[in-house]
């Protein structure tokens, strides 16, 4: 009987338990993944203060036509997270409704205030690409990772103070609506986390925190590339020129390749096919092949460069006696079947008196078939010569931005003075250009506005024109690029007055990759970056506004056609890490450009 009566007891307190569970799990999370204590976290806490302009919301920032839906390969873009491809938008609660097509990427980010004290559950329908960070107070900073979709979160908030919260997610074609819900200390259920919880101030959108962005920890893969300092010749650049360097240990030559063709074209774009396998080879290797898909600038014999490079030095130290010769930075060759190979030899140096510093010192030399090593005349390097680099814009806002953060971090690295920017712009609605000049680091930053419809050949010629000084450079460059720390010093060493100019080719990646995850092909055909003086631009007519008005495509063959025609020739090889950006054109032309040459 005892028995009987213990079973019967046992049954009964498992009933109820099983009962208790079941209803528990009806309102609970099945399965707390991360347990969190936002209250007695040891971290000092950081409030908003009381002069804040608090509003109700959070801020939403959209990237479209992205072409991969991995959140990780996401966070890797260079566009991410500061500059979104549309206009922010503001949020009223955590249910976001599709509402668009094709592949995108969203930010979701404010401040959270709860209502009480203690442990909050968090959940979101999305199972995969989706992270959901919060800083256990209101600085970015010390954001931790929270929830993915595949988890549920307990955390323990304070009542009435501000977290500060980001939502990163990419939504694949045809995805569902997306929802953040919550349940609140002493409710039984979960509800969709509403506006009256949700809060920003504009000083968070004004990118404050961009400044902050190195030690944001859903941001690393970001890191990577705003930090980037990635240089054809390593470190030369930070090197100042060799001063006074006795330079006249060749003799001096005339200097006439068998590609410079000073001819009229037979046909146009002749000029395109004619340089077509104008290319310098390089040593040592400079990054440009990646893996075994993209073949890179082709390797100058290390043979070749001791017999050059032996005799080089020699001249060099016998009439600088008093400098040493640190290495070899970049050597490179421009062959000439017809009439002999050219030489650009780099190096690094100290001063036997101090050889705590170093500097750099630049030389062409030049091996006339069935004549000694000397020292082109017309190719006398100036490293102090002023670069001008022009880009040209309409509706581009969040590129712009990129790029002149871009000539920020070159500027920040380099300490060149003696660079500028010329930004022309087509009246773009998306971004005011004049404030972000304004409050820009650059010392010499300008912009020429037009009216009308936008034209890269005429916004190009209002550059060239800006520019006064007959001795400068000019650099035609694209807007939608990583661009090398060291460009500056390359556009120098290949660029010479009355003689040449660069052209340097671009790896231009597919869709959707980056300078992270290398997919794309290197823009052999190209030439719409290059680099004149001012002088040479005025004499060949800088671009042919009457063919190429409205058209885009084509420009930068017909002003190739006629720079060959005036006798100069081009310096063209695989720029190392010069990347181009997949963008959509969309919103700078004014007519349709299907057909034009490239999309």
């Keep these: 009987t005892k028995n009987i009566k213990l079973w019967i007891a046992t049954s009964l307190v498992v009933s109820v338990m099983i009962v208790v569970s079941y209803r528990s799990l009806r309102h609970r999370p099945p399965a707390v993944i991360i347990s969190k204590n936002f209250i007695s976290s040891y971290r000092p806490k950081l409030k908003l203060a009381d002069t804040e302009d608090i509003r109700s919301g959070f801020y939403l920032y959209t990237w479209t036509d992205f072409c991969q839906e991995s959140l990780e390969h996401v966070k890797t873009w260079c566009l991410f997270p500061y500059y979104p491809i549309e206009e922010y938008s503001i949020i009223n609660n955590l249910n976001i409704i599709v509402d668009r097509q094709g592949n995108y990427t969203q930010r979701i980010f404010g401040y959270l205030k709860p209502p009480r004290t203690g442990y909050y559950f968090f959940r979101t329908n999305k199972k995969k690409n989706i992270e959901i960070w919060m800083s256990p107070d209101a600085s970015p900073i010390n954001t931790e990772k929270i929830l993915t979709g595949t988890n549920e979160a307990q955390i323990m908030l304070g009542k009435n103070m501000y977290y500060y919260t980001e939502i990163l997610y990419t939504m694949p074609v045809n995805g569902r609506n997306l929802y953040i819900e919550w349940m609140i200390p002493g409710q039984k259920t979960f509800e969709i986390i509403k506006n009256e919880y949700l809060f920003r101030t504009p000083k968070l959108r004004n990118n404050e925190t961009k400044n902050l962005r190195e030690h944001l920890p859903h941001f690393h893969y970001n890191k990577l590339q705003s930090q980037s300092t990635k240089v054809t010749r390593p470190n030369l650049f930070k090197f100042p020129p060799l001063p006074n360097p006795r330079n006249k240990f060749y003799n001096e030559c005339s200097y006439s390749p068998s590609f410079a063709v000073k001819r009229n074209m037979t046909y146009i774009y002749e000029g395109a096919a004619l340089v077509s396998s104008m290319w310098l080879a390089t040593y040592p290797d400079d990054g440009t092949t990646f893996g075994n898909n993209y073949e890179g600038n082709p390797s100058v014999g290390k043979s070749e460069v001791e017999t050059v490079f032996k005799d080089f030095e020699m001249r060099l130290l016998?009439?600088?006696?008093?400098?040493?010769?640190?290495?070899?930075?970049?050597f490179e060759k421009q062959y000439d079947e017809a009439q002999g190979n050219r030489y650009l030899i780099e190096t690094e140096i100290t001063l036997k008196s101090d050889d705590r510093k170093k500097y750099r010192f630049s030389y062409h030399v030049y091996a006339p078939f069935g004549g000694a090593l000397c020292h082109p005349s017309s190719l006398r390097i100036h490293l102090e010569t002023f670069v001008y680099i022009a880009v040209?814009?309409?509706?581009?806002?969040?590129?712009?931005?990129?790029?002149?953060?871009?000539?920020?971090?070159?500027?920040?690295?380099?300490?060149?003075?003696?660079?500028?920017?010329?930004?022309?712009?087509?009246?773009?609605?998306?971004?005011?250009?004049?404030?972000?000049?304004?409050?820009?680091?650059?010392?010499?930053?300008?912009?020429?506005?037009?009216e009308g419809s936008y034209s890269r050949a005429m916004s190009l010629n209002k550059a060239i024109e800006f520019v006064t000084n007959e001795y400068d450079i000019l650099f035609a460059c694209d807007l939608q690029l990583d661009i090398p720390m060291d460009i500056i010093d390359v556009i120098r060493t290949h660029t010479f007055r009355g003689v040449s100019g660069y052209?340097?080719?671009?790896?231009?990646?597919?869709?959707?990759?980056?300078?992270?995850?290398?997919?794309?092909?290197?823009?052999?055909?190209?030439?719409?970056?290059?680099?004149?003086?001012?002088?040479?631009?005025?004499?060949?007519?800088?671009?042919?506004?009457?063919?190429?008005?409205?058209?885009?495509?084509?420009?930068?063959?017909?002003?190739?056609?006629?720079?060959?025609?005036?006798?100069?020739?081009?310096?063209?090889?695989?720029?190392?890490?010069?990347?181009?950006?997949?963008?959509?054109?969309?919103?700078?032309?004014?007519?349709?450009?299907?057909?034009?040459?490239?999309?």
Aim: glycine letters at 8%.
């Design 318 to 330: 016998k009439e600088n006696r008093d400098i040493k010769l640190v290495k070899l930075a970049n």
């Design 392 to 450: 040209t814009a309409k509706n581009q806002g969040h590129w712009m931005r990129y790029f002149v953060e871009n000539m920020e971090r070159l500027y920040d690295v380099t300490k060149d003075e003696r660079f500028g920017v010329i930004i022309v712009d087509f009246e773009s609605e998306d971004l005011n250009i004049r404030k972000l000049i304004e409050n820009s680091k650059l010392r010499n930053i300008h912009l020429i506005t037009l």
């Design 503 to 599: 052209a340097p080719a671009m790896f231009r990646l597919g869709c959707g990759y980056n300078t992270e995850f290398v997919v794309g092909i290197w823009e052999l055909f190209t030439y719409g970056m290059f680099s004149l003086f001012k002088s040479d631009w005025d004499i060949i007519g800088g671009f042919n506004e009457e063919l190429y008005k409205f058209e885009w495509g084509g420009e930068d063959w017909e002003m190739l056609d006629r720079f060959l025609e005036h006798g100069y020739f081009v310096e063209r090889f695989r720029q190392p890490y010069l990347f181009h950006f997949y963008h959509d054109r969309k919103k700078m032309w004014d007519h349709n450009f299907e057909g034009t040459m490239y999309k």
